[in-house]
């Protein structure tokens, strides 16, 4: 909880009034101003949440409802590279479960977890459609399939070294 304050204190919320400025008084506005301000920041945090409000004129329990409702909104910072391992039929088959496992034995997370640093997330997900190249996984936009646990563990590595 800590470090959730200190993270707050370094964070400049300003631009949630800009994004809000352009749906003040406008029908609908609610979703479009969720994903813009998460997309500016990564996550949406109850401090982000009460200054939407502010702006929009909401309770923070309104919003709480919307963004609780649909999968896309998170309200905890998420890593960098975002682990997609699919989990369907075909990919379960082909050995998923275990990339699964070598993303905990490299980053120490599980299934909705992200690394203390924020570099890694993990989400185990029901299907990313490439049932072809199962067992697939997806670190953010990118696609990889046909993978063994130690393929995959190699993929991790290239990611964790990175220093972007």
């Not at 924020?118 to 993978?147: H, Q, R, W």
Request: proline share 4%.
């Amino acid at each position: 909880m800590e470090a959730e304050v200190k993270e707050q204190e370094r964070l400049d919320l300003s631009k949630i009034d800009e994004i809000c400025e352009n749906y003040k008084g406008k029908k609908g506005a609610t979703i479009p101003v969720l994903q813009q301000v998460q997309e500016h920041y990564g996550y949406l945090s109850r401090e982000m949440i009460e200054r939407i409000g502010e702006n929009l004129n909401m309770s923070p329990h309104t919003l709480y409802g919307v963004l609780t409702f649909y999968a896309q909104f998170y309200t905890t910072p998420r890593g960098k590279y975002v682990i997609r391992v699919c989990r369907g039929t075909a990919c379960h088959v082909k050995g998923s479960g275990r990339i699964s496992e070598v993303v905990f034995e490299e980053f120490g997370i599980r299934n909705g977890e992200t690394t203390p640093d924020i570099k890694f997330t993990l989400e185990e997900v029901s299907c990313i459609g490439a049932c072809g190249m199962a067992p697939v996984i997806m670190i953010n936009d990118k696609t990889y399939g046909n993978l063994t646990p130690e393929q995959a563990r190699s993929i991790f590595k290239e990611y964790a070294q990175k220093q972007e």
